[in-house]
């Protein structure tokens, strides 16, 4: 499982870093919101996870739809480099899954409370931000460095770039 976190925070880390306009943030929260397979239940407020091997690879083929996320090669290389490694690593961890389809490599990670569908929260819950004074923090969060959002956004937080960055 280490080694799928360092993976998720890799893949997670390098499409903060290639996300560098508000167009870019568009496209990605858009194709979570609507187009990568997600969890919450039907009655809200409630908190939406989404499939991190669904996740990325749709982010990872994004600039093959009409948007992309950089136009630098070298960035959209590493996004698809690191996409793959979490894939691997996703597959090591979950051989078998119980999902409906009969697909393996499930696995969830929680994106944002959703007041709606398809309608985020304005914030996310203390517990899951990084740098909060909220003690029922988990690990993940506090080991995260590329995906929670911080109590002082950063540019390498996925989480803080699609929700709390000024471009």
């Known amino acids: 499982m280490i080694k799928l976190h360092k993976k998720f925070e890799s893949f997670a880390g390098a499409v903060a870093e290639a996300m560098t306009v508000q167009t870019a943030r568009?496209?990605?929260?858009?194709?979570?919101?609507?187009?990568?397979?997600?969890?919450?239940?039907?009655?809200?407020?409630?908190?939406?996870?989404?499939?991190?091997?669904?996740?990325?690879?749709?982010?990872?083929?994004?600039?093959a739809a009409s948007t992309v996320i950089t136009s630098d090669t070298g960035k959209q290389d590493a996004i698809a480099q690191s996409a793959n490694g979490l894939e691997t690593a996703l597959t090591l961890a979950v051989p078998y899954s119980w999902a409906k389809n009969g697909t393996s490599k499930k696995m969830g990670v929680h994106i944002i409370p959703l007041q709606g569908i398809a309608v985020p929260a304005a914030m996310h819950e203390l517990a899951y931000i990084n740098g909060s004074m909220a003690i029922d923090k988990s690990a993940f969060v506090e080991a995260s460095q590329h995906w929670v959002p911080n109590s002082v956004p950063k540019s390498d937080s996925l989480l803080d770039k699609l929700f709390y960055w000024t471009y």
């Open 26 to 63: 568009d496209a990605v929260l858009d194709e979570i919101l609507h187009s990568v397979e997600s969890y919450y239940f039907t009655s809200f407020p409630s908190d939406m996870y989404i499939d991190i091997f669904d996740f990325s690879q749709k982010i990872a083929t994004i600039n």
